[in-house]
Nanobody, 117 residues
Framework: QVQLRESGGGLVRAGGSLTLSCAAS????????LGWYRQAPGKQRELVAA???????DYKDSVKGRFIISRDNAKKTVYLQMNSLNPEDTAVYYC???????????WGQGTQVTVSS
């Protein structure tokens, strides 16, 4: 049973930084596409950043140049470094990992990020 555990959320002032981590357990790390999503109150969940098995990254336009997604396969972990945070970044952030062979997607439980002005 694959489980994803996120950490690193919290309260930060505008202009500050946070780094989110998402570690997988219960399986060997056979995941290709990894991603971070977020959901603000009253809004749909949206893709923030993604990274392929080959290390190709993609970002939502509003976070380009501020957020960096990375992965450490040996640690079964995906990271999201968030810089220059603003109140519009406030949301619950979720990690998603898609299994390379089954294409089953696994989600973390979410971690709250709150940016005060």
């Amino acid at each position: 049973q694959v489980q994803l555990r996120e950490s690193g959320g919290g309260l930060v002032r505008a202009g500050g930084s946070l780094t989110l981590s998402c570690a997988a357990s219960g399986s060997s790390f056979n995941f290709n596409d990894l991603g971070w999503y977020r959901q603000a109150p009253g809004k749909q969940r949206e893709l923030v950043a993604a990274i392929t098995g080959g290390g190709v990254t993609d970002y939502k336009d509003s976070v380009k140049g501020r957020f960096i997604i990375s992965r450490d396969n040996a640690k079964k972990t995906v990271y999201l470094q968030m810089n220059s945070l603003n109140p519009e970044d406030t949301a619950v952030y979720y990690c998603k990992m898609t299994h390379a062979y089954s294409n089953v997607a696994y989600w973390g439980q979410g971690t709250q990020v709150t940016v005060s002005s």
